[in-house]
T-cell receptor
Framework: DAKTTQPPSMDCAEGRAANLPCNHS???????VYWYRQIHSQGPQYIIH???NNETNEMASLIITEDRKSSTLILPHATLRDTAVYYC??????????FGQGTILTVHP | DAGITQSPRYKITETGRQVTLMCHQT?????MFWYRQDLGHGLRLIYY???????DKGEVPDGYVVSRSKTENFPLTLESATRSQTSVYFC????????????FGQGTRLTVV
């Protein structure tokens, strides 16, 4: 799995877009980029994944750079319930995850 | 109910006692995982299983035992609980494809006194 780097914390105003960056410069060609989040005291939750193209689902959008060395998770209209720790992964090896510290996103009223 | 469930949700046990945490999934996922999360830290992999009767160590396996006699169940046993095993334990499962998502349970908060 690729090594990833994320900022330790970010703030966002409620209703605004939250853009969470992730660097995964060592990602290999067949490894997907995955994002999960962990809301306080709950189990981690899958958000989205992608290989090369940008992806969107009901929760978020994922923008992957052309060289695939970095990506951005976008929560288009952040709410207080989006306050969580967000984890980026490069490849998941059959679902086995190696957690880093992630980014603590705090959404303010 | 479909999904992945852990039991109990909360457990207090005494040092030296044996305790088993249960994990059950209804998807027939081949892979199952146990993680622990200590206060203020990320999740660390304890053990995982690729299929029934196949288990392997993760990052922090010492003091834990697992078994997988049925695909849907993956119990985690602390044979002689220690205070350092006070933690929140999360079970997860995946379908075993190379690049796939994992689904997590709600966790078991274990306190060893």
């Amino acid at each position: 799995d690729a090594k990833t780097t994320q900022p330790p914390s970010m703030d966002c105003a409620e209703g605004r877009a939250a853009n969470l960056p992730c660097n995964h410069s060592t990602i290999s060609g067949n490894e997907y980029v995955y994002w999960y989040r962990q809301i306080h005291s709950q189990g981690p939750q899958y958000i989205i994944h992608g290989l090369k193209n940008n992806e969107t689902n009901e929760m978020a959008s994922l923008i992957i750079t052309e060289d695939r060395k970095s990506s951005t998770l976008i929560l288009p209209h952040a709410t207080l319930r989006d306050t969580a720790v967000y984890y980026c992964f490069g490849g998941t090896s059959y679902g086995k995850l190696t957690f880093g510290q992630g980014t603590i996103l705090t959404v303010h009223p | 109910d479909a999904g992945i469930t852990q039991s109990p949700r909360y457990k207090i046990t005494e040092t030296g006692r044996q305790v088993t945490l249960m994990c059950h999934q209804t998807w027939s996922h081949s892979y199952m995982f146990w993680y622990r999360q200590d206060l203020g830290h990320g999740l660390r992999l304890i053990y995982y299983s690729a299929a029934a009767d196949i288990t392997d160590k993760g990052e922090v396996p010492d003091g834990y035992v697992v078994s997988r006699s049925k695909t849907e169940n993956f119990p985690l046993t602390l044979e002689s609980a220690t205070r350092s095993q006070t933690s929140v334990y999360f079970c997860a499962s995946s379908d075993g494809h190379l690049n796939t998502e994992a689904f997590f349970g709600q966790g078991t908060r274990l306190t060893v006194v």
